[in-house]
């Protein structure tokens, strides 16, 4: 393999394509850069595909033709919906080939905190757009970002990566952390479901280490955890058909949703589940307030994953959100199994658990993909020698 210095060039092209993809969604509302941002992402997305060949041509033919035909049909995809989500997920998984999880992690701490300050600050400067919205009173402020939730999520993105980190070494230091990030995004933000997922993964941590990991030893815990992607898939779909139906219990867990599951149902009216899904005619909060137009959103993952990117892609995800869950069940990962537990059971309100930038253990499938023998033991050996975070 080529190097550069000490880094290999796979290894390198995977770290620089990434840090200009986070850039680009970190800077968005930044005045006078977007065009220049929208740039930087395609010029990543060419320079993750090139990676991606560097990696699949070292691997045996059967996958070399499945993973060619994964980003065919990923590439098919953002023809259709004119999103990059599910195209960048799969040149990023395939791209970072030998490179362990956690050192991906602490690369994304490294540049998602100066990122999220320096919006921030340029946000108090009045450099980025405003996006207040307001709720019973609260004022909520954006940050720096399109919404305010969209700041929050980041986060906590930040928080749940550094606990995982700290995995069996967390104590109540990590605890106050925690509590300290929460205090943030009720103040600015008042985001419910970021504050929610953020004391779910708190809790869930804390008592499977106190509990010696019993929490999560059960066959029907374990099945749950497996299922969970169509288990809530399911829920979406009925939800959103109670609701069409006209039933009053449902039209009270809206209200609840902030109007979340009335929209699922409104758009799902507007379009057809096909093979390749649908470009959905969405309207941002910021879109809604700069044009005049009704805000038009789809929060829940899951019916816009069926609406968006259509049957064939939505049974991918199934099966390897599945796969996914099993595999940390299998090699006992406690700790990251309960994080994504607990993303996916949020995509219910936010569609957060399927953006790498905001989900970085989505790159877990990394592991699975180039899977051998060996991959244990080396894992093993690895976590033997790396230090952890703030030890």
């Known amino acids: ?131 207040l919205h307001y709720r019973n009173g609260i004022v909520r402020h954006s940050m720096g970002f399109s919404n305010p939730n969209v700041f929050s999520t980041f986060i906590l993105a930040i928080v749940v990566e550094y606990l995982y980190l700290r995995d069996k070494k967390i104590n109540i230091r990590d605890f106050i952390i925690a509590i300290g990030a929460i205090f943030v995004i009720d103040y600015y933000a008042d985001s419910r479901t970021q504050i929610l997922s953020l004391v779910a993964v708190t809790i869930l941590l804390f008592v499977n280490k106190n509990t010696k990991k019993i929490l999560f030893n059960n066959k029907i815990v374990n099945f749950i955890t497996a299922n969970i992607f169509i288990i809530l898939a399911i829920a979406s779909l009925m939800l959103t058909y109670s609701y069409r139906q006209g039933n009053e219990k449902i039209y009270v867990l809206n209200e609840i949703a902030s109007g979340r599951i009335r929209r699922m149902a409104e758009i799902s009216e507007k379009y057809d589940i096909n093979l390749f899904g649908n470009k959905l005619e969405l309207v941002t909060s910021l879109q809604a ?38 595999n940390t069940i299998k090699e006992k990962e406690d700790v990251l199994r309960a994080i994504m537990l607990i993303f996916l059971i949020a995509g219910l309100m936010e569609r957060f658990c399927i953006e790498v930038q905001c989900n970085i253990f989505l790159l877990y499938f990394s592991h699975i993909l180039y899977e051998n023998k060996e991959s244990i033991k080396r894992k093993e050996e690895i976590e033997g020698e790396s230090e952890y975070l703030g030890g």
């Open 1 to 131: 393999m080529n190097k550069i210095g000490n880094v290999k060039l796979n290894v390198l092209i995977f770290y620089f394509s990434y840090t200009l993809i986070l850039m680009g969604v970190m800077f968005r509302q930044v005045y006078g850069i977007s065009g220049l941002l929208e740039k930087i992402t395609q010029i990543s997305m060419v320079l993750l595909l090139v990676n991606c060949v560097i990696n699949i041509n070292k691997i045996n033919i059967k996958k070399v033709l499945i993973l060619y035909l994964v980003i065919l049909l990923a590439t098919i995809t953002k023809i259709v919906t004119g999103t990059n989500t599910i195209l960048i997920m799969c040149l990023l998984i395939i791209g970072c080939r030998n490179i362990e999880l956690k050192k991906i992690i602490k690369y994304d701490l490294c540049i998602k905190i100066p990122f999220l300050v320096i919006v921030c600050i340029l946000y108090f400067l009045d450099l980025t757009n405003v996006n």
């Open 289 to 326: 307030k700069l044009t005049g137009k009704e805000q038009v959103a789809l929060d829940n993952v899951y019916m816009y994953s069926v609406l968006s990117y259509g049957i064939i892609p939505f049974i991918g995800i199934c099966i390897l959100a599945r796969k996914y869950m099993k």
